[in-house]
């Protein structure tokens, strides 16, 4: 863990983390975009940096993914996502960034579980969600908003259902992103299904030496810490060197938010 991140941990004892300080804050703004995918308008959440609206520097982007029971502005309105980040960038604790927070659910519904699913499909309506990500969420921010976009400034992370389509995302295109966090998660159906779907593309040398992190993180009560272990020893397998917190705690906020202050502390370095 970096300096940074050791700094932002000794936090955790309360929410003196997340709480909103008197210092520079970014802003919330709510987009919205046509989605080419679904044929619908779909709305996502970003964030930007103290500093973005009078300046002209670009950003390196975090997208930011819910889980099951969640919509795009969870992260801000529950998970104070936007004031974690700026107690974090006000301390230089972590790089300056824009955060995207877009909708996780496409209303196209296929449950977990059932291994004669095809492999990308996701949780609870949220199936296709990835074909959504590349073709319209992350050219709209790209051509929207001052991110930089090699692939040394893009991170993905998510908790739960989040975290199954950060790896989903990550599976299919794992040069896009230098950083991967998956909180309370890992591949959620069938692993040695997802795995065999996603093999060739994850063995590239090329794509693994360039992930510069690698990052799960789950409570020792979480419902999913077996699902994280397994899917930590698939990478291990494919040849990646993931890190693995096992931390107190659930399937819950507390930990989540935990868990963005300390991934977002060790990403864009």
Known sequence: MTDQGKQAVSQFNGTDFMDRKDVPHGAVERAFYCSSAWGEGRRMQVYTPPGYETGKD??????????????????????????????????????????????????????????????????????????????????????????????????????SMGGDQTLNIFGSRPKDFAYVGVFSSGV????????????????????????????????????????TQESVALFKRIGFSPVFKESDGGHTWNNWQKYLNEFSTQIFR
């Open 58 to 159: 670009r950003y390196p982007a975090l997208y930011l993914l819910h889980g099951v029971g969640g919509t795009d502005d969870s992260w801000t309105s529950i998970g104070r996502a936007n004031f974690i980040l700026d107690n974090l960038i006000a301390n230089k604790w972590a790089q300056p960034m824009i955060v995207v927070m877009p909708m996780g659910h496409t209303g196209q519904f296929n449950w977990i579980m059932p291994t004669e699913r095809p492999i990308d499909d996701g949780p609870g309506g949220n199936a296709g969600f990835e074909e959504d990500f590349f073709k319209n969420i992350k050219p709209y921010v790209e051509s929207h908003y001052r991110v930089r976009t090699d692939r040394s400034s893009r991170a993905i992370a998510g908790f």
């Open 188 to 227: 959620i159906r069938n692993s040695r299904h997802w795995e065999k779907g996603h093999k060739d593309i994850l063995s590239d040398a090329e794509a693994r030496e360039s992930v510069k992190l690698l990052w799960f993180a789950t409570g020792i009560e979480d419902f999913m810490l077996s699902r």
